[in-house]
Nanobody, 115 residues
């Protein structure tokens, strides 16, 4: 099983980025998907979560700015991030889970919001 995240980078405040995470080795359509982030010196936190056939949930800090989505035909999840703020700077991790039985993480991609 492998989750490969990409799309991070340096962006100015107010800018946008789209993160991608390609999954292999799992039946992607049956897995819930999520994005987490971890800023320096802080704990990893949930950013967005989407279960199969359920509405997405977002951290209050990103509601209205971030959108989680998935493209099952490509075994890929996305995180569209708009109106980025310096406090969004973190390493972003994708996660795929099948209930609590099987949980897989991507390797992380750095997002830096700075002028």
């Amino acid at each position: 099983v492998q989750l490969q995240a990409s799309g991070g980078g340096l962006v100015e405040p107010g800018g946008s980025l789209r993160l991608s995470c390609v999954a292999s080795g799992i039946t992607f359509t049956t897995y819930a998907v999520a994005w987490y982030r971890q800023a320096p010196g802080k704990q990893r936190e949930l950013v967005a979560y989407s279960d199969v056939n359920s509405p997405a949930n977002y951290a209050d800090s990103v509601k209205g700015r971030f959108t989680i989505s998935r493209e099952n035909a490509k075994n890929t999840m996305y995180l569209q991030m708009n109106s980025l703020k310096p406090e969004d700077t973190a390493v972003y991790y994708c996660r795929a889970s099948f209930f609590s039985w099987r949980v897989y993480w991507g390797q992380g991609t750095q997002v830096t919001v700075s002028s």
